[in-house]
């Protein structure tokens, strides 16, 4: 059985291509243990009354218990996807929306070169 959360998840993904590209889909449909992940270490930065943070540290943190840990659990933590994690934790989170400041992503910036003047 399918995790309830996970499926709004991929809902708020497939439901807005405008804001996650293909590559990003496709990553998270099989690494939604990094959110779980990335959410649980926002939370803990929230509630220790941050209002803003960077969504690079977490997924540093994320990166060094992963190495250190001895679990079997396969994690892919490649750069690409931290900006999409942080929108998906603000979509997912409104009230939390502010905590990450967001660049421009390559897919704005290609949808903006395409659009008519």
């Known amino acids: 059985m399918q ?12 439901g807005h291509p405008e804001t996650y590209p293909d590559e990003f889909v496709h990553y998270i449909s099989e690494n939604l243990n990094v959110y ?8 803990k930065v929230i509630n220790r009354g941050y209002m ?3 969504a690079r540290t977490i997924i540093e943190v994320l990166r060094h218990h992963s ?6 659990e396969t994690w892919k933590l490649a750069d690409h996807p931290m ?4 929108r998906l934790f603000a979509a997912h989170h409104p009230a939390h929306a502010n ?7 390559n897919l704005e910036k290609i949808k903006k070169r395409n659009q008519p003047d």
């Open 36 to 43: 779980d992940a990335f959410e649980r270490e926002a939370f």
């Open 83 to 86: 900006p999409y994690l942080s």
């Open 52 to 54: 803003h943070y960077s």
């Open 99 to 105: 905590l990450f400041s967001y660049r421009t992503t």
């Open 67 to 72: 190495n250190l840990s001895d679990s079997t």
């Open 3 to 14: 995790n309830p959360k996970h499926s709004f998840l991929m809902d708020i993904v497939l």
